[in-house]
């Protein structure tokens, strides 16, 4: 069974026997199952039985599986056929109208419960797809900006907003790739000051020798680019980069709110909001003589800290629809749909580069999509080190097996014989892997 609900299904058949043989079937692997004898009856529950795949018999009287098949609504479930009379021609007269898959009776249990979970697991993938989309047509400004459910986003998210309009000093602490500029931006978007200019420095780019002329700007001449920033927001990346005497200049600003121009007598106010950024250790690198700890001071008055994307898988699906949907719309090809093996190899990857890696990633399937192949693995491949790879494929293995165990066991609160369902395997193999893994259950709720 595929996470803690279980699957549903509707019977349509009009011989009792066979309705009451499939619903013992099916309810012994847990499914939820409504019969109906007639195909007429199923489409009038169907809106409120909302099955996650329907299995119909092709002869009835009334309305055949065939005809049934004609008139379900695009977003119905899938329709899986069976019939004791089914021939090839049928068969394929049925898949080539949208039928999932077409069984013959006497039917062979494994395959045709082989032929429904896949069909039932398709139908939530879907479900799934949709929902995500209405979500991000829905979603404006903030969440936008910073997307994501997972718990340190909306925290993330209620901080921005929280600090936005204090002008308040803030340090933005976070590894490469995780938006640090974005939650920058934002904080100016939200705050009163949004109309007034964002001045961006890449401090490991800023010289000692020409910083004075390009940022306090020249007597008589170009105005430099801190007046130009003047009433709005100055963002430092990278500031343990910062040169040291670089770092001097900028803290006289930040402390006086002045500027001297090069060759100038008078000094020249400006005010501006100090936003800064660092994907580094600033305790280390001021133990390492490399960041002043003076300026520290002024400039982590309050500090934000941005999860890497392996701490918020769940938001996973979330960001590869929405950047599948954004690149699909920029090269004017069709969304590549989002498999389960695509998933799975989305959770089971690191993600050292975080939100822009997934970025590329999305791209480069989109553009692989636009030329009829690819897939989310081979994107992933195309990125990878050999740094990146775990040293043996049984390691790789045992990662993914602890990340998904681990999961099912949050999900399902300690049940173990509910985490064992949700896995697909028994309650004695789970409890195998739980120690060959090293897992603690206790931490993991």
């Known amino acids: 069974m595929n996470g803690s609900r279980p699957f549903s299904i509707l019977v349509i058949d009009d011989d009792r026997s066979m309705r009451q043989s499939l619903a013992e079937l099916l309810e012994a692997v847990g499914w939820q199952v409504t019969t109906v004898a007639r195909a007429s009856a199923g489409l009038e529950r169907l809106d409120a039985l909302s099955p996650d795949v329907i299995l119909s ?51 062979e249990p494994r395959r045709l419960l082989a032929i429904l979970r896949h069909a039932a697991e398709q139908h939530r993938m879907q479900q799934s797809n949709a929902r995500l989309k209405a979500r991000l047509f829905e979603l404006s400004g903030l969440d936008r900006v910073l997307l994501g459910q997972s718990a340190p986003v909306v925290q993330l998210r209620q901080d921005i907003l929280d600090l936005a309009d204090t002008g308040t000093a803030v340090l933005i602490i976070g590894e490469t790739g995780t938006g640090k500029e974005l939650a920058a931006r934002a904080l100016h978007d ?100 490399r960041l002043r700890k003076d300026l520290l001071f002024r400039l982590n008055t309050m500090v934000l800290t941005l999860p890497p994307l392996r701490q918020r898988r769940d938001d996973l699906t979330l960001l590869t629809t929405y950047f599948l949907e954004k690149f699909a719309m920029l090269y004017e090809t069709a969304v590549p749909e989002i498999t389960q093996d695509d998933l799975a190899v989305l959770l089971a990857h690191e993600w050292p580069g975080n939100v822009r890696e997934l970025r590329s990633i999305c791209e480069r399937r989109v553009l692989a999509a636009r030329r009829g192949g690819g897939s989310m693995a081979s994107a992933i491949r195309i990125d990878q080190h050999p740094d990146d790879v775990p040293d043996t494929l049984r390691e790789a293995v045992a990662a993914f097996e602890r990340e998904l165990i681990g999961k099912a066991i949050k999900a399902h609160e300690g049940r173990m014989d509910a985490a064992a369902e949700a896995l697909g395997i028994g309650r004695r193999t789970l409890n195998e892997k739980i120690v060959k893994l090293g897992l603690d259950k206790s931490a993991l709720l």
């Open 190 to 289: 939200l705050g009163p000051n949004a109309d007034a200019p964002f001045l961006a420095l890449n401090c490991a780019a800023l010289s000692a020798g020409t910083f004075e002329a390009e940022m306090f700007g020249v007597d008589g001449g170009p105005g430099g680019r801190l007046l130009a920033a003047s009433g709005g927001t100055l963002f430092l990346d990278e500031i343990c980069s910062c040169p040291l005497d670089v770092q001097a200049k900028l803290l006289r600003v930040i402390e006086d709110k002045q500027i001297l121009p090069v060759g100038g007598q008078m000094p020249v106010p400006v005010n501006f909001r100090v936003v800064t950024a660092t994907n580094e250790d600033v305790d280390l690198a001021v133990t390492e003589g």
């Open 57 to 107: 018999d092709v002869r009835m009287p009334g309305m055949s599986g065939l005809e049934l098949l004609d008139v379900l609504p695009p977003e119905a479930p899938p329709l899986v056929l069976i019939s004791a009379h089914g021939d090839i021609p049928m068969a394929v007269k049925a898949m080539q109208d949208g039928a999932y898959s077409f069984v013959e009776k006497p039917y």
